[in-house]
């Protein structure tokens, strides 16, 4: 079968840059008329002029056929979806023939026809003339149309198998969607132009290859003939001043404009530099994925992209793993991008038979690997922004690799190379790996890491830069460990960052699902919704971890004295004087102050105002805003910002203590529901001192409800049934959580479902009543001899309730548990939340950098965090207090002592633990209230490290302490 030649293609041009050309060209996208057929061997007179295909389907072209109910889509992460067996593919190969009827312009000669993007091989005919094939899915592919052009009308017909031999090496985590994706034109555009532009010593370097002459009107040169080099002044580019120059290059055919950035990367002591500065890179994987278009990607979606990037503080994009759409570079030049530009190869489901047969070492791939290569750095050789070649993704080793890297190293010596896949880093210039663990990351950054047993190899390797090409897996709820790997970048000049995995959730518009993954089509191979593992939703809205990323890679850090703040730029080619600082004093979450701060460009000590001493819990904000218009952003957008809480003087706190989750009150608040002598609960508790001590508590009467203060409680299972006149069920203990990606992917939902944390029962030992209401319980899963000793001790106090939970571990538990709080309803009018506390969005151990502590107000849809896949969202972190209102009724208010943690859902956590998709979420007739004392960290557990040891949450002793009172 033709589709199973190693050959990568026949009949195609010469791989040359993608350019901006003022040569006549011609659009062929639009309305084509398709056939789809279940095998590759239909016939093939398709092709001929006269073909009548009135009785086919029509497609829009750039388009990929299942997403227009041709076929159906499939995912999977590493599998192949067919057998491996190279070269050989399936019998059942959806095939999808094109035809396109198009008008020559009068007096039209010459021309080439230019496929941006086929999955995975096109045969293409012109007029019934074959041209050719190609593969190389997300590469461009030209054939010369001039000899089989003719006057008027003219017939294209190209014929696309969904399988080829070429599907082995793009087995990349994504969706299969075959098709042509990417743009057609004719064009009589033949230029091929390889600008080399650096910066050295205060100036620019220029010269070219290729044909015709240069100019650069802005810095006066004209007439720049090729491989003559000249200096200049100019101003280099960086990912944070994208300086570009408009060049055009003339031949006797056409004008090709260059967009010219000098800069120049280099290696020097295992220290990666751009213009002989340190580089690190806060960046990002980034597939090309629209919900609605699948790779298809609009201009708009991929500025939308990087705009989002430069407004979340992401400095660098690796192409994940593939060469993006060529627009999508020019833009990360225009507006400031570092990119790792990678090559369309991934064969990782040769892992799967341990590497047997892998294409990576067998010399008849050859061709098909060099080929590629070449199609990705001559497309985009000309880009400031690509400061690094990749070979792929997860391919193995051997040979052909060793020649891409050779062609590459001899084609373009200024860019270093990149490779994962091999330990030995024998053919590359920088040491990467994937989801090292924090550990191994500080290890590599002393130059301490575990030897290779070559010792040359393990030398040469030593003396490279390190960094992440994925790190932090951004699957549902998290990524945790953030901060502590930026820490890590930036404490050793070795480490040159990383790249987040990754920046999108592939998520497929679906009209009853939401948004699809691998299994809603029915494939029989697939891996589930790990592809929904992005910073930012299908629709591109941010999730929480892209805005922790922000807070993460700040590009300015703040630290307080007693009457300073001391503001240090990390940028790492720019001062600070496009920013405009200012500060803010809140008391109890109520604006009291507002100045601005004289930065001084280069940084330094700025002296704050004096702050009266006020009651309340005070804290201090420092923004940094941009002080004008960028191209990517609107003066006044929020850059960085710190808080530090004041004391009673008015001065920053000095100690090193996080008090985000511990207020910091050194004046006691008017009417703070905490004397200092204790609160009545905790007296009440020690028993009174005085004669009748034995009537304070005693059993309560069966079959009367209890009363303590305004609130009424079950005599058998001492359960609270009413609250202020409201109908209420609990507060009783949860352990439970709907387990995130982490959990499920680390094994950790096994464990806990094995131990029975996820179906608890409750025994009630005694209910014991008096001033107060004392409920003893034993709180375990079945079949085990694990449980918790848990104590509800209830008091009225004024209007409200105190109540203290004592929770004590029965037995010897080994596994960290998922939550520790109570669970609660209340009645479903309840519609908004106002709390003081860490917000506005949410926030776990180890994630929620980009909260900050204030006074915040949501409604109850607005505090959930729609994860592709339900899963625990949506906690409020120490939370001073909460109230919950709505429906013009009385509400609740609920306070910590000193905080908790806040859910509220209309929707159990055993509802939001079934879901797999959102749309099953359907609100019910309450609201259900989790007020938590701790949570088990987030982590990256479904592909990296766990949570990190402080963030795991151990069963030992605790205890919550709440008031609550009417609002």
Not at 89 to 110: C, I, K
Request: charged share 25%.
């Amino acid at each position: 079968m033709e589709c199973e030649d190693f050959t990568p293609g026949s009949g195609r041009l010469d791989p040359r840059a993608a350019l901006r050309s003022d040569a006549p060209s011609l659009d062929l996208n639009g309305t084509w008329r398709f056939r789809l057929s279940p095998t590759a061997g239909a016939a093939e007179d398709f092709a001929a002029p006269g073909y009548d295909d009135s009785g086919w389907d029509e497609l829009p072209v750039p388009a990929h056929w299942p997403l227009h109910g041709h076929g159906s889509p499939a995912y999977t992460n590493v599998a192949y979806p067919f057998p491996i067996d190279p070269p050989h593919v399936p019998a059942e190969n959806p095939t999808g023939d094109h035809r396109r009827a198009f008008d020559l312009p009068d007096g039209w000669t010459g021309g080439r026809l230019r496929f941006d993007g086929v999955e995975s091989y096109a045969k293409v005919w012109l007029n019934g003339h074959l041209l050719g094939f190609t593969t190389g899915s997300r590469l461009p592919a030209e054939f010369d149309a001039g000899p089989w052009l003719k006057p008027g009308r003219n017939v294209l017909a190209v014929r696309v198998h969904q399988w080829s031999a070429a599907s082995y090496l793009e087995d990349q985590d994504m969706w299969w969607l075959p098709g042509i994706f990417r743009e057609v034109t004719l064009t009589r555009s033949s230029a091929d132009v390889f600008v080399h532009a650096g910066f050295a010593g205060g100036r620019g370097t220029l010269s070219f290859e290729g044909d015709g002459l240069l100019s650069v009107p802005e810095l006066g040169i004209s007439g720049l003939e090729p491989g003559v080099e000249i200096t200049a002044e100019v101003e280099p580019w960086t990912a944070e001043t994208p300086r570009l120059y408009e060049a055009v290059v003339t031949t006797a055919e056409e004008s090709v404009r260059v967009r010219v950035g000098f800069r120049t990367i280099g290696i020097e002591d295992g220290v990666l530099l751009a213009n002989g500065r340190p580089l690190l890179f806060k960046g990002v994987n980034r597939h090309e994925f629209h919900p609605s278009h699948g790779r298809a990607v609009p201009y708009a979606t991929m500025r939308e992209d990087v705009l989002l990037m430069k407004r979340h503080n992401i400095n660098a994009v690796r192409t994940s793993h593939y060469p993006p759409h060529p627009d999508f570079l020019h833009l990360c030049d225009e507006l400031g991008l570092w990119v790792i530009d990678e090559c369309d190869l991934e064969t990782h489901g040769f892992t799967q038979v341990g590497w047997r047969r892998n294409p990576s070492d067998d010399p008849r791939w050859e061709e098909a690997y060099l080929d590629r290569m070449r199609r990705t750095v001559e497309r985009d050789k000309n880009h400031p922004s690509v400061v690094m070649w990749s070979l792929g993704n997860e391919a193995g080793v051997g040979r052909n690799l060793a020649a891409m890297a050779a062609w590459t190293r001899e084609r373009d010596p200024s860019r270093p190379i990149h490779y994962e896949g091999d330990r030995s880093c024998a053919d590359v210039d920088v040491y990467s790996r994937m989801y090292a663990s924090h550990a191994e990351v500080e290890a590599i950054g002393k130059g301490v890491e575990d030897p290779l047993d070559d010792p040359e190899l393990d030398a040469r390797r030593r003396r490279m830069p390190f960094l992440q090409c994925e790190y932090a897996h951004a699957m549902g709820n998290g990524p945790g460990g953030l901060a502590e790997y930026q820490e890590l970048f930036e404490r050793y000049p070795r480490l040159a960052g990383g790249f987040i995995w990754e920046w999108i959730d592939h998520g497929l518009a679906h009209p009853t699902l939401g948004y699809a993954y691998g299994g809603d089509y029915g494939e029989p191979v697939h891996d589930g919704n790990f592809v929904i593992d992005g910073l930012v939703f299908p629709d591109r809205t941010p999730s929480p971890g892209l805005l922790d990323l922000k807070k993460v890679y700040e590009p300015v850090a703040f630290s307080f004295s007693a009457s300073s703040v001391t503001v240090r730029s990390t940028y790492g080619f720019r001062d600070l004087s496009h920013l405009s600082f200012s500060g803010e004093v809140e008391a109890e979450g109520v604006p009291r102050a507002a100045f601005p701060l004289a930065v001084p460009a280069g940084g330094g000590e700025v002296k704050l105002p004096a702050f009266p001493a006020e009651e309340g819990e005070r804290w201090l904000t420092v923004r940094a805003v941009l002080a004008g218009d960028e191209p990517w952003a609107d003066a006044g957008h929020e850059v960085a910002w710190a808080q530090v809480p004041l004391t009673a003087g008015g001065t920053p706190y000095q100690g090193t203590d996080d008090l985000s989750g511990t207020p910091y009150r050194p004046v006691p608040p008017a009417g703070s529901v905490i004397p200092a002598e204790g609160s009545a609960l905790e007296r009440a508790s020690e028993g009174p001192a005085t004669e009748g001590a034995a009537a304070f508590l005693t059993p309560a009467t069966y079959g009367e409800e209890i009363e303590v203060g305004r609130a009424t409680f079950d005599p058998v299972t001492g359960r609270l049934t009413r609250l202020f006149g409201l109908d209420v069920d609990g507060p009783a203990l949860e352990f439970w959580r709907a387990p995130i990606d982490n959990d499920r992917y680390s094994g950790a939902e096994w464990r806990w479902r094995q131990l029975g944390l996820d179906r608890l029962t409750h025994r009630v030992d005694a209910v014991e009543t008096g001033d107060g209401l004392v409920v003893r319980t034993r709180v375990a899963p079945a079949a085990t001899d694990l449980g918790m000793r848990v104590t509800y001790r209830w008091i009225a106090v004024g209007e409200g309730l105190e109540l203290v939970v004592d929770v004590e571990p029965d037995g010897e538990w080994s596994e960290p548990i998922p939550r520790l709080g109570v669970a609660m309803s209340l009645p479903g009018r309840f519609d908004r939340v106002t709390w003081f506390g860490r917000g506005p969005g949410e926030a776990y151990p180890d994630t929620g950098m980009a909260t900050r502590v204030g006074r915040w107000s949501a409604s109850i849809d607005e505090l959930q965090t729609p994860y592709v896949y339900p899963q625990e969202n949506g906690q409020r972190a120490d939370v001073r207090w909460a109230e919950l209102t709505g429906g013009g009724g009385p509400g609740v208010r609920v306070a910590g002592d000193p905080v908790f943690g806040l859910t509220a859902r209309r929707w159990s956590t055993a509802d939001l633990d079934r879901a797999t998709h959102l749309p099953a979420l359907v609100p019910g007739e309450r609201v259900h209230v989790n007020l938590d004392l701790a949570q088990h960290g987030v982590g990256t557990a479904a592909c990296g490290p766990g949570t990190l040891p402080r963030y795991e949450l151990t069963a030992r002793p605790a205890t919550l302490r709440l008031r609550f009172d009417p609002a």
